[in-house]
């Protein structure tokens, strides 16, 4: 019997390994922890979240909610654990960051189908292969498939919010309530008036800042750049992004304040939160003394501070297919951020698509072909896109998904048209997988 081998026990590779057993495949799943950690890792369980907590909107009229709603229908083990251990996010499907770890691990561990094989893999296995070691590939390995491909990587910087407990945050000095007050209250919002504003951000832009080998502020990707960097960009740009107070009312002042900090809980028993939007690079020391200005926040406790690391990826578009093979050898597959997909639900997607061609390859049966007019295939089609000269990570969005042949004006009708098409074939394309 044909034992396909799954490098990472990520998001990727978790459901990678998964989708592959359902179908009666025998996998061998190798992950480097416990034994060896990156720096932004800190358990031995798989699935770990890095950065957020949050796999960020969950309505099908957004794009990230139209491709959990597609794995949803798919049986995705990543949806499925994020849903079992959903905690309060407004709009958002946030989870329990442990509780959604331990899960997905149990699983894992628990399938007949897989095997755990607790070492570091230094060099490309020959296929049947699913490579998914992530954004925080190890060095040997790093090299190894550079050698493999005989081309360089492309790179960029990520960075990871803090963490608080909540029993130190001052609730005199901030209050329950969702940015444009939508659905529950599930995020503390943290007021500052304008002189603490400018304060604040005086102090964040002259903070000292950790070494990073090689940090440019082009180079940091958009969707998780670093606080400090938005902070040098304009005097504003935080109040317009991260901080805006839009729709938020002060129940001390009963007016819009002039800049909100917002905390999202990051675990279900409500005790830890992360700073939203507040990923950093600055020493933790200047973390905590830049971030205590925030006056609900000025005697904090940090059980986490933030961190930035080098997030690598491969040229997909010259390298890879639509199933994320190697074009010269369809048994060997790449999943997971490394190829160019961006965030935690794509990284399934990846991974579930990845695993999903490689079943029907060993088991002698016909690719399943997710088009353009669904997320998952549009994910695939964008990173194979050998059309695209400066290839960057891309979150999904629907830039990247067929368009309607009908003209709808209103934005949120259009979205919803093309999620309705798009999980219609879904469902009639699970009937085939």
Known sequence: MTTVKVIGAGLAGAEAAWQLAQRGIQVALYEMKPHK???????????????????????????????????????????????ATRVEAGGCLAVDRQGFSDLVTEKIRSHPNITVISEEVTQVPEGPVIVATGPLTSDALSKAIGAYFGSDYLHFFDAAAPLVTAESVDMDKAWWQSRYDRGTPDYVNCAMNKEQYEAFVAELISAEEAEVHGFEDKRVFEGCMPVEVMARRGQDTLRFGPLKPVGLTDPKTGKEPYAVVQLRQDNAAKSVFNLVGF???????????????????????????????????????????????????????????????????????????????????????EIPDFPKETAIGALGLYISDGRIENFQPMNVNFSIIAPLEQRIRKKAEKNLAIANRSLAIIDALKEHI
């Open 37 to 83: 950690k990156s720096p932004a890792h800190h358990t031995d369980t798989f699935a770990e979240l890095v950065c957020s907590n949050s796999l960020r909107g969950d309505k099908i009229e957004n794009a990230v909610g139209l491709l959990k709603e597609e794995l949803r229908r798919l049986d995705s083990l990543i949806i499925a654990c994020a849903d």
């Open 279 to 365: 990923q950093t690079h600055l020493k933790f020391g200047e973390q905590k003394r830049v971030f205590s200005m925030i006056p609900a926040l000025a005697n904090a406790e940090f059980v986490r501070y933030g961190v930035m690391h080098q997030n690598t990826f491969l040229q997909s578009p010259k390298l890879l297919d639509k199933y994320y093979a190697d074009r010269r050898n369809p048994l060997v597959a790449f999943a997971g951020q490394m190829t160019g997909v961006e965030g935690y639900v794509e990284s399934a997607a990846s991974g579930f698509l990845a695993s999903v061609a490689m079943a029907a390859k060993v088991q002698g049966k």
